[in-house]
């Protein structure tokens, strides 16, 4: 977080009226509502995988992401919201789910839980980077993680057919997994060896990010979106000639399980993710545009195998899997491709209500008809009775209660038919069953 200067105002609090904090956006009822749909799709395809939730602070120590998300990146070398607190500890919100829950899986002792254990969890994440398309300071993403005794390929491949299935479900099409190996503690440093020597004496050719990152991480040259540093990743040596016969054969593993599901997948053996956790099976969803449409160029989502994580933060050693996907971007697509997921109109009567007695008697008939499982829209700040029929129609509510002074000293309302204006006087004990019986 940034520290107020002292004399000038900062921008965004200089006006009277105040704005949302730059990259950061309200979620307004409309997107919302996808938003709900979204996670909704995706803890009923996570909870069928045997995924349970979980729930981390939105803050965490900043060292558990030096140690983890690794100090090379750019996550954590220009990302980071910080913040001291009083008593002098150093935190940041945080800015990926997976440390976080490799903490929470020490601290609560869950390598004692029967395994594998599957969590998942969905919410807000910051990152302090320049806002754009699809990229925003406050974002929220779907997360899940997988650990494991052993490093099995079939969690490999299930945690990535529960992705897929997820953006699947949202009938997003053209999906395509790539996916590539990145090696193990024995097989990488051959291959960053091999990187070093292959971008050695190239170092002009190089952003200036690339070629600070040269000796720090060069895995990370790959990642570079950068046209400068394109052809020469072009050429770049490939992971696979690198990796053991270890990895290979686990990669294979996984590949082979995603041909029995049928997934659609291409081998990129330039994808290495941005982060220093991973190792062996690496993986992003993309979806390819359709004819005449423009090129979609993120990732809806991706993750991989991080089997050191848990360890490095003084676990035991624990084999884990995880991926997340981005909620905006995968909003921005079905927005795009115009496939926001439809909602077929629960149907509701409307409660119109006149005089006095009615009203006072209004929020118990709502709480009857609640009972009853039936859906009901009221206006009940409005008091004429013109002013709540023009409400009803424009809600296209089917039928509409009539609630007077006299039906409600009576004990009765009128159900009207909205369609025919056909009215029908009923007794209030009635009144669910007959408003069933209209509906159906
Ligand atoms: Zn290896
Ligand atoms: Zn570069």
């Known amino acids: 977080?940034?520290?107020?200067?002292?004399?000038?105002?900062?921008?965004?609090?200089?006006?009277?009226?105040?704005?949302?904090?730059?990259?950061?956006?309200?979620?307004?009822?409309?997107?919302?509502?996808?938003?709900?749909?979204?996670?909704?799709?995706?803890?009923?395809?996570?909870?069928?995988?045997?995924?349970?939730?979980?729930?981390?602070?939105?803050?965490?120590?900043?060292?558990?992401?030096?140690?983890?998300?690794?100090?090379?990146?750019?996550?954590?070398?220009?990302?980071?919201?910080?913040?001291?607190?009083?008593?002098?500890?150093?935190?940041?919100?945080?800015?990926?789910?997976?440390?976080?829950?490799?903490?929470?899986?020490?601290?609560?002792?869950?390598?004692?839980?029967?395994?594998?254990?599957?969590?998942?969890?969905?919410?807000?994440?910051?990152?302090?980077?320049?806002?754009?398309?699809?990229?925003?300071?406050?974002?929220?993403?779907?997360?899940?993680?997988?650990?494991?005794?052993?490093?099995?390929?079939?969690?490999?491949?299930?945690?990535?057919?529960?992705?897929?299935?997820?953006?699947?479900?949202?009938?997003?099409?053209?999906?395509?997994?790539?996916?590539?190996?990145?090696?193990?503690?024995?097989?990488?440093?051959?291959?960053?060896?091999?990187?070093?020597?292959?971008?050695k004496n190239k170092e002009k050719q190089l952003c200036t990010d690339c070629k600070r990152r040269l000796p720090v991480n060069p895995l990370r040259l790959l990642d570079c979106k950068e046209p400068i540093c394109q052809p020469l990743k072009e050429q770049a040596p490939n992971t696979l000639d690198y990796v053991c016969a270890?990895?290979?054969?686990?990669?294979?593993?996984v590949l082979e399980y995603l041909d029995n599901l049928a997934l659609p997948y291409a081998l990129n053996p330039y994808l290495v993710r941005g982060l220093d956790y991973y190792s062996k099976t690496v993986f992003e969803i993309n979806t390819q545009p359709a004819e005449g449409e423009e090129k979609i160029d993120f990732a809806l989502g991706g993750g991989g195998r991080y089997d050191y994580l848990i360890e490095e933060l003084g676990g035991r050693p624990t084999s884990a899997f995880g991926w997340a996907l981005g909620v905006e971007r995968i909003i921005d697509v079905l927005h795009t491709r115009n496939i926001l997921p439809s909602s077929r109109p629960k149907e509701k009567v409307f409660l119109i209500h006149i005089g006095d007695l009615a009203k006072r008697k209004s929020l118990c008939l709502i709480e009857t008809l609640r009972h009853a499982h039936i859906n009901v829209i009221e206006s009940l700040g409005k008091e004429s009775l013109a002013a709540q029929l023009r409400a009803a129609d424009k809600a296209d509510a089917p039928l509409a209660l009539i609630f007077g002074q006299k039906e409600a000293y009576e004990e009765s309302i009128i159900i009207r038919d909205m369609k025919t204006g056909a009215q029908e006087m009923v007794p209030l004990t009635k009144l669910p069953e007959m408003i069933k019986r209209k509906l159906n």
Do not use: W
């Not at 995988?49 to 939105?58: D, R, V």
């Not at 601290?107 to 699809?134: C, D, N, W």
């Not at 992705?163 to 996916?179: A, Q, T, V």
């Not at 990145?182 to 020597?197: D, E, F, H, Q, W």
């Open 246 to 253: 270890t990895c290979k054969k686990h990669f294979k593993e």
């Open 1 to 199: 977080m940034q520290t107020k200067p002292k004399n000038k105002k900062p921008a965004g609090e200089a006006s009277t009226t105040f704005q949302s904090v730059k990259g950061m956006h309200d979620v307004l009822p409309a997107e919302s509502c996808v938003q709900e749909k979204i996670y909704r799709l995706a803890r009923e395809i996570l909870e069928f995988y045997n995924f349970n939730s979980i729930a981390t602070p939105l803050v965490e120590y900043l060292g558990l992401y030096n140690r983890t998300t690794g100090e090379a990146t750019d996550i954590v070398e220009k990302q980071m919201f910080t913040l001291k607190t009083k008593g002098g500890e150093t935190l940041a919100l945080r800015p990926e789910f997976t440390p976080g829950i490799g903490r929470a899986y020490i601290q609560h002792g869950m390598s004692h839980y029967p395994h594998p254990v599957k969590l998942f969890t969905i919410g807000p994440l910051f990152r302090y980077e320049q806002p754009q398309a699809g990229r925003f300071r406050q974002f929220n993403q779907i997360d899940a993680e997988i650990f494991s005794t052993e490093n099995d390929a079939i969690y490999d491949a299930q945690g990535i057919l529960a992705c897929y299935r997820i953006l699947d479900e949202l009938k997003i099409k053209n999906l395509i997994i790539n996916i590539n190996t990145i090696g193990c503690i024995t097989c990488r440093p051959n291959y960053r060896k091999a990187l070093v020597s292959y971008y």
